[in-house]
DNA sequence: ACCTGAACACCGTTCAAGT
DNA sequence: ACCTGAACACCGTTCAAGT
C-alpha cells in the first residue's frame, strides 16, 4: 500500500501529507493527464514541493501510487474469475486491465514499461503476473496457441488502451482490437 | 515536401534556414527522442528561436518534416508491393510502417493520432491511405476477414511500434506481435 | 519579409533553514 | 524526522527591434 521501501514507521503528519499529494495527484492526472505540474499537486495539497520529493521519487512512482489500489485489484481478480473458460477468464482480465491503463492520458506508457527486468513497480509486476497466470492456463488448456507470449498478450493490451489515448474514447473498438488479438492468439 | 501551405515562394535565405532546422531536428530527435529542447533545434540550426516557430506552428509540425521524405515513400510503396500476394502486401507494408514509427523515440505517437478527421498531416493520412487500400485489396481478395477496419490494423501497427519504444529493441518481437494482429484479423 | 534574441511565464529539482 | 519555500537551471513562446 506504500512505495517506501524503509521499514520504519510514518510520522502522523507524514502519514497525512503522503495520503493528501496522492489525492491531489488523482485529481489532477484524471484532469490534465500524467503530465500535469507536480508542483501543482504540492500545493493543491497543501505541502511544500521538497515534501512531494520526499514521498515519491520521480512522477511514476506517484503515479503508480495512485494507482496502488487498482492494481493490487488487478492482481487478486485471478480467482474472482475462476467460474469462466480459461478464455473467457483471459478476455474478461485484460478488458479490466486496459479500463485500467486508460484512466488517464498517459498510464498505458507507465504500465507497459513495467516489465519485470526492468524494475517497475512490485504492483505492476504482481498485476501482470496474475494475467500471466490466466493467459498460462488458456494455453494448458489448449485454448490459446501453445508459442503464446504471456507478456506479448499484456502488452498488447496497454497498446490498445494506448491508442484510446490518441482517438475519441470508443469501447466497442477497444472490445473490438482486443477480440482481434486474442483471435490471433487462438489455437486452431 | 513542405508544411507551408501558403503559395508564396520563400526568401533564399528562409528556404536555407528552413532545412537547417529539419536536418537540426533529425539529428536531435534521434539522439533524444521527440520531446528534446526546441530551443536546442534552434542554436544547432544556427537561427534564432523565433525562425523555428516562424516554419513550424509545433513540435508535431517540425516532427512531421522531419519524416516527410519517408511518408511519401510509404504513400508510393503500394505499386511497389504490386508483385506480392495481397496479404503479403500488407504485411510487408505494415512492417515498414512500424520500421518508420520506430525512428526515434516518440514518433509513433505522432503518426497514431493523425486519423484523417483529427486534422493530422496530409503526408501522414496519404501514407495511410496506401496502406489502408492494400487492405481493402486483400479484404477483396478474401485474405482479410470481410469485417476488418483497416485504421484498425493501421494503429495496432503503431501501437506495436510504442511497444517497441518502451522495452529493449528486438525486432523479432515486433515481427511476432504483428503477425499475431494479422491472424487475428484472416479470414478462416 | 524574415530574422534575432531578450523577456516572460512556467516547471522540475535541490537544499538550507526551521520545527 | 520531516517540512517549507526560496533558489537554480531550464524550457516554450512571444514580440519589439533590426535588416
Known amino acids: 500500500m506504500t512505495t517506501r521501501e524503509s521499514t520504519r514507521p510514518l510520522r502522523a503528519d507524514a502519514v497525512r501529507n503522503r495520503q493528501a499529494i496522492v489525492e491531489a495527484a488523482y485529481t489532477a492526472v484524471r484532469r490534465d493527464g500524467v ?3 507536480l508542483d501543482d499537486i504540492a500545493k493543491a495539497a497543501g505541502v511544500g514541493s521538497g515534501t512531494l520529493y520526499r514521498h515519491f521519487a520521480n512522477r511514476d512512482a506517484l503515479v503508480l501510487a495512485v494507482i496502488e489500489e487498482q492494481l493490487a485489484a488487478l492482481a487478486r481478480s485471478g480467482a474472482e ?4 473458460t480459461p478464455i473467457e477468464a483471459v478476455e474478461r482480465w485484460l ?5 485500467q491503463a486508460g484512466t488517464f492520458q498517459g498510464l498505458s506508457a507507465t504500465l507497459v514499461s513495467t516489465v519485470p527486468d526492468r524494475g517497475g513497480s512490485d504492483s505492476c509486476h504482481r498485476a501482470r503476473a496474475a494475467g500471466a497466470e490466466l493467459i498460462d492456463r488458456a494455453i494448458a488448456a ?3 496457441r501453445a508459442d503464446t507470449v504471456p507478456d506479448d498478450l499484456l502488452d498488447l493490451a496497454a497498446a490498445i488502451a494506448w491508442v484510446g489515448e490518441h482517438v475519441e474514447p470508443d469501447p466497442a473498438r477497444t472490445g473490438r482490437l482486443l477480440r482481434l488479438c486474442l483471435a490471433g492468439a487462438r489455437s486452431t
Open 35 to 37: 503530465n500535469t505540474s
Open 81 to 84: 474469475l475462476a467460474d469462466a
Open 95 to 99: 478488458t479490466e486491465y486496459i479500463d
Open 142 to 144: 489448449g485454448q490459446l
